[in-house]
């Protein structure tokens, strides 16, 4: 036989006779990816847990963790690949892809230096990586202006090594924390390595470096002479001029209003930082558009001036550390501005903000040329005015028609007039709170108001107070933890670590979500993604029930508000208008407001979301855990689009469940004897494929019968959907919308209609099944073992689907967690995707559980509809646990959280 | 007048991890909780410290350059038999474990642990020490 022959023979072979696996081994590889997935998700909520304050961890964690999750996924893969003749050759890409990204990370070679290396493909012509790198790379309108310009609205805190610290920070303002900074873009750091490479000055630099006697003043100035001129008249490239061009098109078309000037201001790396280089790095004001890059060379000139280099050289900071991106703003028309400290330099025992602001333009106040108000404000709400000195403001800074700035005189009647009204007072102290609270340090602000009453930060850095007895401060906290009363401690999960304080309101409710006050600590029966509206607003967060793996676990990550979730009392013991404060880092909640935990807060040493560490987890697990491809309908729901790790969890679980349905329609026709379809009352149009003693029909029968159904799990399912008579009087539709849309929404792929059931499926035992179930939108999967032998049985039920928004999904599996809850089921929620688990109960309670699910698959059918608010939730989980009272079972034993612990069911491991 | 007024009665903490951000976690989390704390992440400066000063606890690592967490809790036993010595660990094997009691460790937690639990052995320390 030739080798062509083999060729082809190899091929038939792939082509046609893969699926004729024996079904066991087939099974087997589907249960093993049932049990990776569960392992992969658990993985996943791990490693979201370390991100709440509440562990402490290293590297070492990080790398061993990302390994493990990396080695199931790729085995995850490899189980799919056994199971279905479908090329998964994209599906590995996609995992190399991201696990290449996880090791890059891991190595500390961030985005930048991609960046470096996507422009540098792109000269060299490599189209392909180069696109793989773009659309790696490329958010929003910045990517098209990428690498060397990034809108305001695209920053945030990850892009410190292309924005410098300074416009990472204010991107986060501006788009965490939802706060108003004027309009505008960064030239990144590789613009400025771009122009230096170009005009050979990182040579100079280097060799004059080399050679320099750090105490020879006048080597230095002929240093900083030279560079300064080259760098004034040096040629920027053409990229990063048109990338500037356009990205000035994009702010001044968006702003028709207003004359196209700009501020540019530094943002170097480490600026703001650890050294705040404060001060020494140029700014200029009212910029015309024609003279942007010149503005640009001027900052970046200002990196070396002699102050500047000796500076880095006697902190030992080297030259390769040093980069410069520049921000380009427009220019507020201040009528006020200025600089507020959020911790007031001040030997008081009075806690206290200090604001100076003057007319005009905020450069008077920052380089103290000009005389300005000073006033006083408790830190505390609601920021009563302590004191204010007025300064007697005669000039004022202002810009020039066409550029530039000018001082002009204040009219006599303003010049000892305070500039700033009560209310922006108040403005100021709560935004400055706010960013304070973020960064949970000391914040320094610079602020304008402009002449309609709109405040605009332009810039925020960490201000380094420590406390001037760091003794004394050690006292206070130890009596503060004593002498305050303690309401409970210990209670569920920090989601969010964190310092908070303030008035307890309790929601009920979306209507009252609306009336939240600022400043007040969040108290809810539920976590809830909804709560996202308030965050901004909330000091702490603490919920009755939920998981620290919820969307709204993220969101309070995002916008670190200090939460702690699965209390199980919190809104039965607080009350609205309560004064609490929660040390999130402890888990601990307080009666009052503990103003030294609040301080001890913001001086301690290290702010754990600024660590190294907690950076590293979080960048790793944004490759792991969004959930990108929700919809198997969509036509996005393909291997190619895996961006994370999760993304491929769910495509294979998706494909593996598939092909085992198709090979159930096949293995029917092949083996007649041992699949049936299920006559029942109920159409669930199930076929079941008995593995061993789990039906009594006769050999060659086609269909099955409810009696002849042996295996204990399928029995007591279809029991329990019969005898609690939950499918017929499945809740009415009580939201028209909704429903229509139900039933008009069209579906494709592998998500069947309502219409379309029939393809649902059984595999059993005597002891065993392994269900799944598609009804109208839901899909149920219930693997499950019930026998003898306690230590054996277990239940596992996932719940996934629907069709309304995800709010009322989410709301579904919040009442589905309620009711496995109440039964002993240890239950798991990531959005709408719930994972209950039982182990260890005696058969006789295993049978019960398993008829309660029954029962809960047909109340559930529809029930996502009605669930317009969270007042349901209760509402139908009390209707359920007591309509299900109608089970035997249910009503003969009561879950065990209400017997004693004697029981002998009860499992402490 | 010493510092604090309460420093008498204060338990004495010594951490040793190379790991930076072990110790700059468990410091604030101990200090909140009323302890008094060193850390060090070089295991030589903290057997020296070890020499000039009696601590009630010391918490250690494991795996480290030069003299590490096995042979320094040997010797902080050697010096201070009463003193209560917790092995952290990212490689937690049982044999590690068993190892680390028989040299006279109090207690071994694996990496990562919550704040809460590191702070619950060293209370069940000074429980264990009070009952003495």
């Given at each position: 036989?030739?080798?062509?022959?083999?060729?082809?023979?190899?091929?038939?072979?792939?082509?046609?006779?893969?699926?004729?696996?024996?079904?066991?081994?087939?099974?087997?590889?589907?249960?093993?990816?049932?049990?990776?997935?569960?392992?992969?998700?658990?993985?996943?909520?791990?490693?979201?847990?370390?991100?709440?304050?509440?562990?402490?961890?290293?590297?070492?964690?990080?790398?061993?963790?990302?390994?493990?999750?990396?080695?199931?996924?790729?085995?995850?893969?490899?189980?799919?690949?056994?199971?279905?003749?479908?090329?998964?050759?994209?599906?590995?890409?996609?995992?190399?892809?991201?696990?290449?990204?996880?090791?890059?990370?891991?190595?500390?070679?961030?985005?930048?230096?991609?960046?470096?290396?996507?422009?540098?493909?792109?000269?060299?012509?490599?189209?392909?990586?180069?696109?793989?790198?773009?659309?790696?790379?490329?958010?929003?309108?910045?990517?098209?202006?990428?690498?060397?310009?990034?809108?305001?609205?695209?920053?945030?805190?990850?892009?410190?090594?292309?924005?410098?610290?300074?416009?990472?920070?204010?991107?986060?303002?501006?788009?965490?924390?939802?706060?108003?900074?004027?309009?505008?873009?960064?030239?990144?750091?590789?613009?400025?390595?771009?122009?230096?490479?170009?005009?050979?000055?990182?040579?100079?630099?280097?060799?004059?470096?080399?050679?320099?006697?750090?105490?020879?003043?006048?080597?230095?100035?002929?240093?900083?002479?030279?560079?300064?001129?080259?760098?004034?008249?040096?040629?920027?490239?053409?990229?990063?001029?048109?990338?500037?061009?356009?990205?000035?098109?994009?702010?001044?078309?968006?702003?028709?209003?207003?004359?196209?000037?700009?501020?540019?201001?530094?943002?170097?790396?480490?600026?703001?930082?650890?050294?705040?280089?404060?001060?020494?790095?140029?700014?200029?004001?009212?910029?015309?558009?024609?003279?942007?890059?010149?503005?640009?060379?001027?900052?970046?000139?200002?990196?070396?001036?002699?102050?500047?280099?000796?500076?880095?050289?006697?902190?030992?900071?080297?030259?390769?550390?040093?980069?410069?991106?520049?921000?380009?703003?427009?220019?507020?028309?201040?009528?006020?501005?200025?600089?507020?400290?959020?911790?007031?330099?001040?030997?008081?025992?009075?806690?206290?903000?200090?604001?100076?602001?003057?007319?005009?333009?905020?450069?008077?106040?920052?380089?103290?040329?000009?005389?300005?108000?000073?006033?006083?404000?408790?830190?505390?709400?609601?920021?009563?005015?302590?004191?204010?000195?007025?300064?007697?403001?005669?000039?004022?800074?202002?810009?020039?028609?066409?550029?530039?700035?000018?001082?002009?005189?204040?009219?006599?009647?303003?010049?000892?007039?305070?500039?700033?009204?009560?209310?922006?007072?108040?403005?100021?102290?709560?935004?400055?709170?706010?960013?304070?609270?973020?960064?949970?340090?000391?914040?320094?602000?610079?602020?304008?108001?402009?002449?309609?009453?709109?405040?605009?930060?332009?810039?925020?850095?960490?201000?380094?107070?420590?406390?001037?007895?760091?003794?004394?401060?050690?006292?206070?906290?130890?009596?503060?933890?004593?002498?305050?009363?303690?309401?409970?401690?210990?209670?569920?999960?920090?989601?969010?670590?964190?310092?908070?304080?303030?008035?307890?309101?309790?929601?009920?409710?979306?209507?009252?979500?609306?009336?939240?006050?600022?400043?007040?600590?969040?108290?809810?029966?539920?976590?809830?993604?909804?709560?996202?509206?308030?965050?901004?607003?909330?000091?702490?967060?603490?919920?009755?029930?939920?998981?620290?793996?919820?969307?709204?676990?993220?969101?309070?990550?995002?916008?670190?508000?200090?939460?702690?979730?699965?209390?199980?009392?919190?809104?039965?013991?607080?009350?609205?208008?309560?004064?609490?404060?929660?040390?999130?880092?402890?888990?601990?909640?307080?009666?009052?407001?503990?103003?030294?935990?609040?301080?001890?807060?913001?001086?301690?040493?290290?702010?754990?979301?600024?660590?190294?560490?907690?950076?590293?987890?979080?960048?790793?697990?944004?490759?792991?855990?969004?959930?990108?491809?929700?919809?198997?309908?969509?036509?996005?729901?393909?291997?190619?689009?895996?961006?994370?790790?999760?993304?491929?969890?769910?495509?294979?679980?998706?494909?593996?469940?598939?092909?085992?349905?198709?090979?159930?329609?096949?293995?029917?026709?092949?083996?007649?004897?041992?699949?049936?379809?299920?006559?029942?009352?109920?159409?669930?149009?199930?076929?079941?494929?008995?593995?061993?003693?789990?039906t009594s029909s006769a050999p060659g029968a086609e269909s099955l019968r409810l009696e002849e159904v042996e295996s204990a799990p399928l029995k007591a399912l279809l029991e329990g959907l019969t005898e609690s008579g939950m499918w017929e009087t499945a809740p009415v539709a009580v939201d028209l919308g909704s429903f229509m849309s139900s039933l008009t929404r069209t579906f494709s792929g592998s998500m069947a209609g309502p219409e379309q059931v029939g393809r649902n499926l059984a595999v059993v035992s005597d002891n065993y099944m392994n269900l799944h179930l598609r009804l109208g939108y839901h899909f149920n999967i219930v693997d499950a073992y019930i026998g003898e032998e306690l230590n054996d049985n277990y239940i596992y039920f996932r719940f996934l689907g629907g069709v309304s928004n995800i709010e009322r999904r989410s709301r579904r599996a919040r009442l589905i967690a309620c009711v496995m809850e109440s039964f002993d089921f240890r239950v798991e929620i990531h959005g709408d995707l719930i994972v209950g688990r039982?182990?260890?109960?005696?058969?006789?309670?295993?049978?019960?559980?398993?008829?309660?699910?029954?029962?809960?698959?047909?109340?559930?059918?529809?029930?996502?509809?009605?669930?317009?608010?969270?007042?349901?939730?209760?509402?139908?989980?009390?209707?359920?646990?007591?309509?299900?009272?109608?089970?035997?079972?249910?009503?003969?034993?009561?879950?065990?959280?209400?017997?004693?612990?004697?029981?002998?069911?009860?499992?402490?491991? | 007048?010493?510092?604090?007024?309460?420093?008498?009665?204060?338990?004495?903490?010594?951490?040793?991890?190379?790991?930076?951000?072990?110790?700059?976690?468990?410091?604030?989390?101990?200090?909140?909780?009323?302890?008094?704390?060193?850390?060090?992440?070089?295991?030589?400066?903290?057997?020296?410290?070890?020499?000039?000063?009696?601590?009630?606890?010391?918490?250690?690592?494991?795996?480290?350059?030069?003299?590490?967490?096995?042979?320094?809790?040997?010797?902080?036993?050697?010096?201070?038999?009463?003193?209560?010595?917790?092995?952290?660990?990212?490689?937690?094997?049982?044999?590690?474990?068993?190892?680390?009691?028989?040299?006279?460790?109090?207690?071994?937690?694996?990496?990562?642990?919550?704040?809460?639990?590191?702070?619950?052995?060293?209370?069940?320390?000074?429980?264990?020490?009070?009952?003495?």
């Amino acid at each position: 036989m030739g080798f062509a022959n083999g060729l082809k023979r190899l091929f038939s072979l792939r082509l046609t006779s893969r699926p004729v696996l024996p079904f066991t081994v087939f099974f087997k590889k589907f249960r093993s990816i049932l049990e990776r997935n569960n392992l992969i998700l658990e993985l996943m909520a791990d490693m979201g847990d370390k991100l709440g304050g509440e562990y402490i961890f290293d590297i070492q964690y990080i790398k061993d963790v990302a390994a493990k999750i990396s080695e199931q996924v790729f085995k995850l893969i490899s189980d799919l690949c056994v199971m279905t003749r479908e090329d998964i050759a994209e599906l590995f890409a996609a995992f190399e892809r991201i696990q290449f990204e996880i090791g890059e990370e891991l190595a500390g070679r961030r985005a930048v230096l991609m960046q470096r290396s996507l422009e540098r493909e792109q000269k060299r012509g490599k189209k392909g990586l180069f696109r793989f790198l773009s659309a790696l790379l490329g958010r929003g309108d910045s990517g098209n202006l990428a690498p060397f310009v990034i809108l305001l609205e695209d920053l945030d805190g990850d892009f410190e090594e292309q924005a410098g610290n300074k416009f990472a920070n204010l991107g986060e303002i501006r788009n965490t924390l939802g706060l108003s900074t004027l309009d505008g873009f960064v030239v990144t750091t590789n613009a400025f390595f771009d122009f230096m490479e170009a005009n050979g000055l990182f040579e100079i630099l280097e060799r004059t470096l080399k050679g320099l006697d750090q105490a020879d003043e006048g080597a230095l100035e002929a240093l900083s002479a030279t560079m300064r001129k080259r760098i004034l008249s040096g040629t920027m490239p053409r990229e990063v001029v048109s990338a500037i061009d356009r990205a000035l098109d994009i702010i001044c078309g968006r702003n028709p209003g207003r004359g196209c000037f700009f501020a540019v201001r530094s943002s170097g790396w480490g600026e703001d930082g650890e050294f705040s280089f404060a001060g020494q790095y140029e700014s200029v004001l009212n910029v015309s558009r024609a003279t942007i890059v010149e503005a640009w060379r001027e900052v970046t000139a200002s990196v070396y001036t002699v102050e500047a280099l000796r500076y880095r050289l006697h902190r030992g900071y080297r030259e390769s550390e040093t980069a410069m991106a520049v921000g380009c703003q427009l220019m507020v028309e201040a009528e006020v501005s200025g600089a507020m400290y959020t911790y007031a330099p001040i030997a008081s025992e009075q806690e206290a903000m200090v604001i100076s602001g003057a007319w005009g333009l905020g450069a008077a106040v920052a380089s103290g040329i000009a005389e300005s108000d000073t006033i006083f404000v408790d830190r505390m709400p609601p920021h009563r005015i302590l004191s204010i000195e007025p300064g007697r403001k005669t000039t004022k800074m202002i810009g020039k028609q066409g550029g530039g700035t000018v001082w002009a005189d204040v009219p006599a009647e303003f010049q000892e007039k305070i500039c700033l009204s009560d209310d922006y007072i108040e403005r100021l102290a709560r935004t400055a709170v706010a960013i304070e609270k973020y960064y949970r340090r000391p914040q320094d602000v610079e602020w304008a108001f402009d002449g309609e009453a709109n405040l605009y930060i332009l810039q925020a850095r960490p201000l380094n107070v420590r406390p001037d007895h760091p003794e004394r401060h050690m006292v206070t906290i130890d009596n503060a933890a004593l002498s305050s009363r303690v309401i409970f401690s210990g209670r569920g999960q920090v989601v969010q670590g964190g310092v908070g304080s303030g008035k307890v309101y309790v929601t009920r409710s979306d209507e009252d979500l609306k009336d939240f006050p600022f400043g007040a600590v969040l108290v809810a029966r539920y976590t809830s993604p909804k709560y996202s509206r308030i965050m901004r607003k909330a000091r702490a967060i603490l919920t009755d029930i939920g998981s620290a793996t919820g969307h709204m676990a993220t969101l309070a990550r995002e916008y670190r508000v200090p939460t702690v979730v699965d209390t199980g009392i919190a809104s039965r013991v607080l009350k609205t208008g309560d004064e609490v404060t929660l040390d999130a880092i402890a888990n601990v909640v307080y009666a009052g407001t503990v103003k030294e935990l609040n301080s001890f807060e913001i001086t301690h040493e290290e702010v754990f979301e600024e660590s190294r560490e907690y950076r590293l987890l979080k960048r790793v697990l944004k490759k792991v855990t969004p959930l990108n491809l929700v919809d198997p309908a969509s036509e996005s729901f393909r291997a190619a689009r895996c961006r994370t790790y999760h993304d491929i969890t769910r495509v294979v679980h998706e494909k593996a469940v598939e092909s085992l349905i198709e090979l159930s329609e096949g293995y029917q026709s092949r083996h007649a004897g041992r699949s049936r379809r299920l006559e029942f009352s109920i159409p669930l149009g199930l076929t079941v494929i008995d593995i061993g003693k789990g039906t009594s029909s006769a050999p060659g029968a086609e269909s099955l019968r409810l009696e002849e159904v042996e295996s204990a799990p399928l029995k007591a399912l279809l029991e329990g959907l019969t005898e609690s008579g939950m499918w017929e009087t499945a809740p009415v539709a009580v939201d028209l919308g909704s429903f229509m849309s139900s039933l008009t929404r069209t579906f494709s792929g592998s998500m069947a209609g309502p219409e379309q059931v029939g393809r649902n499926l059984a595999v059993v035992s005597d002891n065993y099944m392994n269900l799944h179930l598609r009804l109208g939108y839901h899909f149920n999967i219930v693997d499950a073992y019930i026998g003898e032998e306690l230590n054996d049985n277990y239940i596992y039920f996932r719940f996934l689907g629907g069709v309304s928004n995800i709010e009322r999904r989410s709301r579904r599996a919040r009442l589905i967690a309620c009711v496995m809850e109440s039964f002993d089921f240890r239950v798991e929620i990531h959005g709408d995707l719930i994972v209950g688990r039982l182990k260890k109960l005696s058969g006789r309670r295993m049978v019960g559980r398993m008829k309660v699910i029954g029962g809960l698959i047909g109340y559930t059918r529809q029930l996502d509809v009605n669930m317009t608010g969270d007042e349901m939730i209760d509402f139908y989980c009390a209707d359920f646990l007591e309509r299900i009272q109608v089970l035997e079972e249910v009503r003969e034993d009561a879950p065990m959280c209400e017997l004693p612990t004697a029981d002998p069911d009860f499992d402490s491991g | 007048m010493p510092p604090c007024a309460n420093c008498q009665r204060q338990t004495q903490i010594l951490i040793l991890d190379d790991e930076p951000i072990v110790c700059k976690r468990l410091k604030p989390g101990f200090q909140k909780a009323g302890y008094g704390v060193e850390t060090f992440t070089d295991s030589g400066l903290a057997m020296a410290r070890i020499e000039q000063k009696r601590f009630d606890v010391v918490i250690t690592d494991l795996k480290m350059e030069g003299i590490d967490g096995m042979q320094f809790l040997v010797r902080v036993k050697q010096i201070y038999p009463d003193t209560g010595v917790i092995v952290i660990t990212g490689y937690g094997g049982a044999e590690i474990a068993k190892e680390s009691f028989k040299k006279g460790a109090f207690d071994f937690i694996a990496k990562p642990f919550k704040l809460g639990e590191i702070i619950e052995a060293v209370k069940r320390f000074e429980k264990s020490r009070k009952k003495d």
